[in-house]
């Protein structure tokens, strides 16, 4: 985080650096916390250590970053609401030199506070000397992916990715020196803490830091603080559409980045329109941070129908199961290669490179069409199939049809086991239509010309979809509430 420690360094100190619950808070109050927080890490450490970090939309973490470039340390990151034993799962995989978090959390993860040293405030700073060397290959950050079942995995991502990811993102939307940038999605994750921490910051720009999720709020926090962008799961843009006090409160935003889950132009059109601002569709993870965005200047089409072109120097291909490039037009396994691709994963408390083809791609695992114009339309995970009878159902084409039908806002198809079939296709749906039913459903999937044998066979309305930690749809949640719904209902 060195150039980042620079870019603030050149700015007023009595510039507002972030905005949280606490209120706002200065270049000059938060480069002072960063100095107190280094020299007790040095103190505690040594130098260069391994932070794990309890990541809350606050100061603190901006503090905390801050701080670890002064003494070119490492930020790994893992959520508040991590239970004890997923802490000791990152610390085996990180083997940090210190842990910084606030008393409850620390109680939470047996970590003895007062064994620390009390800083920012009231939190507790435990450490050990420094193992030291370039364990991490310049990895500054490390988050841990969400969106997978089992064991999560430490992502590692040096400044270098993190620099070329936000200046592309700065460019795509055309962000200005020192625009406000809200972070709404916890920054718990590599992606999180780029484009929702280090992008404003390296812009000269404020971070309003958003700590716990409510649309209506978020909507009203922005709108009082004019901010410029902000980047969030379609969930959050859904849900923010729905519960804006009024339309058009977002007007002066340039944009709203979305990504990271199911999309449906229909739906982002509505959200959009009653946000006032325009929605950016992008394809992106955590191990190639953001490598493809929409522009605000586009057709809607493009905008909102496909995940738009990679950033420059940024490839992304379709291969078949052999690894063969597939021509434009064909859908295939996707693979890319860019300079925001990740060190490598967090193991034993050392960097495992990432296992790329012989020609530098990344396998995503996602599927990909790349159009003879190089824009890209993401059609779901390889693994997200139901298998109904023996018949392999892509998720993510039933729920862009369901998702066409002008009274559904949210949805999620996922299996529910079967005796006979092995697997029926179960739906769960937020919905602003009272009437809105199975039969409604499947007259209008035969509408859109989805084969019957496609068709959900339960539709359960439920109020939300269930999210994970950092907001984005939580298909092992929604497959269990979909069978106690499926067996209350049969019982």
């Known amino acids: ?48 250590p391994t932070l794990l970090v309890q990541a809350d939309n606050s100061w603190r973490t901006v503090v905390a970053a801050l701080a670890l470039g002064r003494v070119g340390g490492t930020l790994a990151l893992l959520s508040r609401h991590a239970t004890r034993q997923e802490f000791e799962a990152a610390r085996e995989d990180l083997d940090p030199d210190a842990v910084l978090a606030s008393r409850p959390t620390a109680d939470a993860w047996a970590v003895d506070p007062s064994a620390g040293d009390a800083v920012l405030d009231g939190w507790s700073l435990t450490g050990r000397p420094a193992r030291g060397g370039r364990r991490w290959r310049d990895g500054v950050v490390i988050g841990l992916t969400s969106g997978s079942t089992g064991r999560a995995k430490g992502v590692v991502q040096t400044e270098a990715a993190l620099r070329y990811a936000g ?44 700590d716990r999720w409510d649309p209506a709020a978020a909507v009203d926090l922005m709108a009082e603080h004019e ?27 340039a944009a709203m980045t979305v990504g990271g889950g199911p999309m449906d132009a229909g739906a982002l059109g509505r959200a959009e329109r009653r946000l006032g601002t325009r929605i950016l569709r992008v394809f992106g993870m955590s191990e190639c941070l953001g490598h493809t965005t929409s522009l605000p200047d586009q057709e809607v089409a493009v905008r909102l129908g496909t995940d738009g072109t990679p950033f420059p120097g940024t490839e992304l291909r379709a291969v078949d199961a052999a690894g063969a490039p597939l021509p434009v037009g064909v859908t295939g396994r996707a693979q890319v290669r860019g300079p925001s691709l990740f060190a490598g994963y967090a193991r034993d408390g050392a960097v495992v490179p990432p296992e790329l083809t012989a020609d530098g791609f990344f396998p995503t695992g996602d599927l990909v069409e790349v159009a003879a114009d190089g824009t890209v339309a993401i059609k779901g995970r390889e693994k997200d199939i139901i298998i109904r009878g023996g018949r392999n159902i892509d998720i993510t084409e039933v729920e862009s049809a369901v998702a066409r039908h002008p009274h559904v806002e949210q949805v999620c198809v996922v299996p529910v086991p079967d005796e006979l079939l092995g697997e029926r296709i179960a739906l769960l749906a937020v919905t602003d239509g009272e009437e809105l039913d199975l039969v409604e459903i499947q007259r209008h999937l035969a509408d859109t010309g989805l084969t019957k044998g496609k068709w959900p066979e339960f539709l359960f309305r439920v109020d939300s979809l269930p999210q994970n930690r950092v907001g984005k749809l939580s298909r092992p949640d929604a497959a269990r509430i979909a069978r106690e719904l499926r067996d209350g209902a049969t019982a």
């Open 1 to 48: 985080m060195r150039e980042l420690v620079s870019d603030v360094d050149r700015r007023d100190p009595g510039d507002v650096l972030a905005l949280d619950a606490d209120g706002a808070h200065t270049v000059g109050e938060l480069r002072a916390a960063a100095d107190d927080l280094a020299a007790a890490l040095t103190a505690r450490t040594g130098g260069a």
């Open 227 to 253: 901010a410029r962008w902000t980047m969030c799961v379609p969930t959050m843009a859904l849900q923010m559409g729905s519960a804006a006090r009024t339309e058009g409160l977002l007007t002066p935003m």
């Open 167 to 210: 200046r592309a993102t700065v460019d795509a939307v055309g962000l200005r020196a020192g625009d406000t940038v809200a972070a709404l999605v916890p920054l718990s994750s590599a992606a999180a803490i780029c484009f929702g921490l280090y992008l404003p910051l390296m812009i000269g720009g404020r971070v309003l830091l958003a």
